[in-house]
């Protein structure tokens, strides 16, 4: 009787181990399902799901739905718990907007600031970002308002240009930067180029006095060189690690943009790479353990304007102004492979061991098997319907983002969902 009694506890203790074991994978994977911000977990534009279609069906995979009320502009999208958040211009007002990911079905909108006006396209152009249960948006104008996820309710809204800085050319593009109890967001101007505020109450914590120079249209990220947390961000002129207590400028190394400087900065390990469009290039640097600058390469191989680049074990993959979506090599900076004709330029997201390609002007969307032996196609669809409201400059700029199994994608007042599920 005692071995019985034995036997039972300890099967109930392994049982109570699974249930445990497969709560926590539960979590985990809850977790990275979600896309919470711009280019998703780390700003890598990279997806950890897995169980996605490895090849697509003719004519792509099954669209769920649409929804053809998001309002105009570039905004990006975040998921989290099921729902979807982006921004979008309705009249003379630009809005966030919370959006059932199951439906399509709109939520709730908040007022963030009135528009913006531009000739590429009017409405907003950042990605909102999720974090403890509130949302943090910014306007084209420079409105960043922090609302409640579930609700929209505003808890306290800013004005990027009271902190010295003024609207960029093309209107504020950059998405804020949540790390623990800040917000870091990059007004310019000469009273400091990046800021962080209370994520709470959108009080000035620091101001970056020793760092100035030109707002673009970059976001900044979270770099941990030789394991020394800094914020790092690319600015007209320069490219900067900051101190995350202070703001103090940890280094600084110059960079020649012109006309628009735009790409998310990647950071692998010590190093950093940018790059830019307008001919300008590509460079990455390494830092040392006293924020010493070491440049490793500069070079033209990689040119990308602004459908950003993602990183997939030690290639790089983008569309380089000039040779077309290329390879590129982590190490060196070489050229592997270049690809000028199987798709236009573009943006694209890696997501279940595939590259999720995006042309802007046609809006094709194409499935990429990463290879340093060149294109190798997955499938392809066409966007459809597509905005007859985009100004005949704009293009189709919004970058994909997969979260739970859906692809999102987004052509200004258009939202698209698809199934990718293996």
């Not at 009320?69 to 099921?82: D, R």
């Not at 609207?167 to 504020?172: H, I, K, N, S, T």
């Not at 390494?286 to 990183?311: P, Q």
Request: charged share 20%; hydrophobic share 35%; glycine share 12%.
């Amino acid at each position: 009787m005692n071995n019985q009694r034995t036997l039972i506890r300890t099967a109930l203790v392994q049982l109570c181990w699974v249930g445990l074991s497969v709560g926590a994978s539960s979590a985990v994977a809850a977790a990275t399902d979600d896309w919470t911000q711009w280019r998703g977990p780390n700003r890598a534009g990279r997806s950890a799901e897995t169980g996605l279609m490895s090849e697509w069906p003719s004519g792509g995979p099954k669209q769920l739905w649409t929804n053809t009320e998001t309002g105009l502009g570039y905004g990006g999208i975040s998921v989290a718990q099921g729902t979807l958040f982006t921004v979008g211009a309705f009249d003379k007002e630009e809005y966030l907007l919370a959006i059932d990911a199951k439906s399509g079905a709109e939520k709730w909108r908040t007022l963030m600031g009135p528009l913006y006006v531009n000739n590429w396209g009017d409405g907003p152009r950042s990605t909102p970002t999720l974090a403890d249960g509130r949302v943090y948006s910014l306007s084209a104008r420079g409105h960043l308002v922090c609302c409640e996820q579930s609700s929209g309710k505003e808890v306290w809204k800013v004005q990027l240009t009271e902190f010295g800085g003024s609207v960029p050319d093309w209107g504020y593009a950059e998405s804020p930067l949540v790390d623990e109890d800040l917000v870091i967001v990059t007004p310019g101007g000469t009273q400091g180029a990046v800021m962080a505020l209370a994520k709470n109450s959108g009080k000035l914590v620091w101001q970056s006095e020793s760092c100035q120079g030109t707002v673009q249209y970059s976001s900044a990220i979270i770099a941990e060189p030789n394991g020394q947390k800094q914020y790092v961000q690319l600015l007209r002129e320069r490219l900067v690690g900051l101190d995350p207590k202070t703001g103090k400028q940890l280094w600084s190394v110059d960079w020649p943009g012109k006309t628009a400087v735009i790409p998310t900065p990647i950071a692998d390990g010590n190093r950093i790479y940018i790059t830019s469009g307008y001919s300008v290039g590509c460079m990455m640097v390494e830092i040392g353990e006293d924020n010493s600058v070491t440049e490793v390469y500069r070079n033209k191989v990689m040119k990308n304007h602004h459908g950003g680049v993602t990183l997939v074990g030690k290639h790089l993959y983008g569309y380089s102004d000039g040779p077309g979506w290329i390879c590129q090599d982590l190490e060196t900076g070489e050229s592997i492979w270049e690809e000028t004709d199987a798709l236009g330029k573009g943006c694209l997201t890696y997501a279940g061991g595939r590259l999720i390609m995006q042309s802007e002007d046609k809006g094709e969307v194409v499935l990429v098997e990463p290879s340093d032996a060149g294109w190798r196609e997955r499938g392809r669809f066409t966007m459809s319907p597509q905005s007859q409201k985009r100004k005949s400059a704009g293009k189709i700029w919004t970058h994909p983002v997969v979260v739970d199994g859906k692809l999102y994608l987004k052509d200004q007042e258009i939202l698209y969902c698809y199934d990718i599920k293996e």
